[in-house]
């Protein structure tokens, strides 16, 4: 079910309307789920299926056989939404053939949208938001009993922290762990602070527990996954905000982004450790050390940005102005040379002019990433942008100014692939390539993808790959043997 990284790049837009059916796994009553939006949506889904196995569901891909069908669903921009309601409507043309058939909605819309789900013309049994997974089990009894069933009630603390999360639709080898939960940030265009609360971080022990048993299950890659992982912090529990108030002793020993990525590299030293997403605002130079320190750490860093106009991310409260953003850039060049670098760009925020535009293609053109996954301004109920700031940006001027990001993003993605041939890298394998099952696809600690014959490898090699063509998305490579 995996999809081949190099579909997921570039189609930016595309990106949070895919979903992920999950399949396999227990005995019981059937549950059928999809996922849509982030990675982190994705690894809820895993605490998801894991609390529901315990109440006695199995999973299936057969939305025929279901007996529950759940859609973990995304609110970040209004297209995102209106995919999840036309899929509501395929749902309920099925439960109009199979009324026993129950019908749920969690996540970021369940969240936004919260009983008002229960007042559309869609016939939906149960609204549960990202906090609220717990009760899952008590609120299909309610169902049983005959009532609608909500629980929209956001957690300063719930992090799933002792959940252990069954891998699903994933190919074996790389895996999410969820490290923080929700964002204080409050950038002025996004819905995820209202969806999914206040920051919190996860024990960093229970952190490593699940990182050495993916180890042991014979995972070779984990991601750790926040809205915002940089500002990672952990104090003996409790939000990020109250730190001041804890007392000397727990601020002495409060375990911060890099001592966890060093505690996590050093438990695991022979895991493949990425992280995801970091936010330009609060990346410290020593996660670039530990990144730096440690073989296990990949050389790759998502860092958003939305704009290359220093009056746009003051209006977007992004806390980075564009030099500020190019110094970090630098300094992740000189830290860690060559590192794979990703970005977050939105074309059209309120008040965004010709000139600004042209600032954001030219901040393109000085860090030259490597991908990108790309946006139009989508305003979002209740943020702060909707409500003080007019969506003056034409669509058709919206879409214009992405395109010639896209097309801008393509070229150099062009280049930096170009750059690798000649090359031999190390390829962690994921799997089969879906154009050819002869051919195996994997990424470089850079985070590109190469293609290149199977010959005698299989998923969870380390494989020493020569690169002898290139795509934008994609390199492609002949085996040289297995990495020592
Ligand atoms: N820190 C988060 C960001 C989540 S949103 C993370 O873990 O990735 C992902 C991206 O969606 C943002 O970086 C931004 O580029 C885009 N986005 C967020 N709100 C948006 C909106 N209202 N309209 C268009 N794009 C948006
Ligand atoms: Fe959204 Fe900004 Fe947080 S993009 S998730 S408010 S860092």
Redesign the pocket.
Known sequence: MEKNPAERELLSDER?GEALVLEGIGSGKKLYMESYG???NFSDSEIVASILQKDGYETTTSLEEADLVLLNTCS??EKAEQTVRTRLDQFNKLKAAKPELKIGVLGCMAERVKEKFFEEEKLVDLVVGPDAYRDLPNLLEEIDGGRKAVNVLLSKEETYHDIEPVRLGGNGVTAFVSITRG?D?M?T????PFTRGRERSRNPQTIIEEVQQLWADGYKEVTLL???VDSYLWYGGGLKKEFTKASTSAQASAVHFADLLHSVAEAAPQMRIRF??S?PQDMKDEVLHAIAAHENICNYI?L?V?SGSSRILKAMNRGHNREEYLDLIARIKRIIPGCGISH???AGFPTETEEDHAQTLSLMDAVRYDFG?M??????PN?Y?ARKLEDDIPTEVKKRRLAEIITRQQEHSAERTAAYVGQTMEVLVEGRSKRSADDLYGRTTFNTVVVFPREKYQAGDRVMVEIVRSTPATLLGKAKGLSL
Do not use: K
Request: aromatic content about 14%; charged content about 10%.
């Open positions: 949070q982030c990675q982190m970040i921009r964002c940030n950038c265009f996004c819905v995820v926040g809205q915002n995801s997403t936010n998502h958003p939305q977050d760009m939105m996954y946006f139009f301004y989508s305003e979002r943020t942008a």
